[in-house]
């Protein structure tokens, strides 16, 4: 690709320092479908992605993906359209060496629990990595330099408290995702060229065009950025089959469920629940739900423990 029109901005030299930078993305969904794309564009030398999902009819309003991809491994579509070295995995405290050779990482994900191993590793290692989330219309960006800006886990101590929505409970417009993933690349492209960012969250909003910078102190208390506790690279999701064939998940930390909140959510897809002081449950599909007050979910009714995950990440990952 002639990259000329980069040059008035970041000079020939800086073209060269950003065609031998390593860039990994994980996630390959909506938000990471385009940031590899811009990255491409941008002309970052090596690209890689780690998602083990495949396209589905559903992804395509959002994702960089077409017709003739569903069914194929994400990662598989993304190396042969923009050359990235592809992983067919899930990102885990057993796979983030994966991410070793990145001199950047970028969010491509839709959960915190996969943000919060992304951070525990990015702050041990002291590698730069960029946070970027979207729901419905609106989306959060923000740079992590270990041991200069806040990090994840400053601005989000713990797993949330409460469920928040995911993009498959409150929807996502087609073009939110790429907006975020474009503001993303440009501060990779700040930060492998050297510049200082800041300390700061950027939200957007596209149904009132609002933009906005928030700054984010360091917590005092941080316990992966200041204690150097990286729980999240520790402790795993727990998931067990059940001896009735049913699968049940415990997250790394205890959360406090709202099932108030949770029941909301559910009526807005039409489904109908039981709750009482301790459980919540419900059908989603073919599935039978149960969710406790402290997080532990098991599913009737799912294939394998994959799937059953998916089902989590679904109602109490986002
Ligand atoms: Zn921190």
Redesign the pocket.
């Given at each position: 690709m002639d990259f000329s029109r980069h040059f008035p901005i970041i000079g020939i030299e800086g073209q060269r320092k950003l065609s031998e930078s390593t860039v990994a993305v994980v996630g390959a969904g909506a938000l990471g479908s385009w940031e590899v794309y811009f990255l491409h564009k941008l002309g970052v030398g090596k690209i890689i992605v780690i998602d083990r999902d495949f396209v589905d009819e559903s992804d395509l309003p959002r994702t960089v993906y077409t017709a003739e991809d569903i069914g194929k491994p994400k990662v598989e579509v993304l190396k042969g359209r923009f050359g990235v070295i592809g992983h067919f995995e899930d990102l885990n405290p057993g796979t983030v060496s994966l991410l070793d050779e990145a001199d950047l990482i970028i969010d491509g994900t839709d959960n915190i629990y996969t943000r919060q191993v992304i951070?525990d590793y990015a702050?041990k290692n002291g590698k730069p990595w960029i946070y970027v989330g979207v729901l419905a219309t609106y989306g959060n960006v923000m740079p992590i330099i270990p041991g200069k800006t806040?990090?994840?886990?400053?601005?989000m101590?713990r797993l949330p408290e409460r469920p928040s929505p995911t993009c498959a409970i409150a929807g996502i417009m087609s073009y939110v995702p790429p907006l975020a993933a474009s503001m993303a690349v440009g501060l990779a492209a700040r930060i492998l060229l050297g510049e200082e960012v800041g300390s700061e969250l950027i939200f957007f909003d596209t149904k009132t065009l609002d933009f906005e910078k928030v700054e984010v102190p360091?917590?005092e208390d941080?316990?992966?950025?200041?204690r150097r506790e990286f729980t999240f690279l520790e402790k795993r999701i727990k998931v067990e089959t059940l001896c009735d064939g049913s699968i049940q998940i415990t997250p790394p930390e205890k959360m406090d469920i709202d099932f108030e909140e949770l029941g909301k959510q559910l009526e807005k897809l039409g489904i109908e629940y039981i709750s009482t002081s301790q459980f919540i449950q419900f059908e989603d599909d073919i599935y039978e739900i149960l969710i406790f007050k402290g997080g532990r979910m098991v599913v009737r009714g799912a294939e394998d423990e994959r799937e059953a995950k998916s089902l989590f990440a679904r109602y109490l990952g986002g």
């Open positions: 951070n702050v806040a990090c994840f886990r400053c601005l101590p360091r917590r941080c316990p992966a950025c200041v």
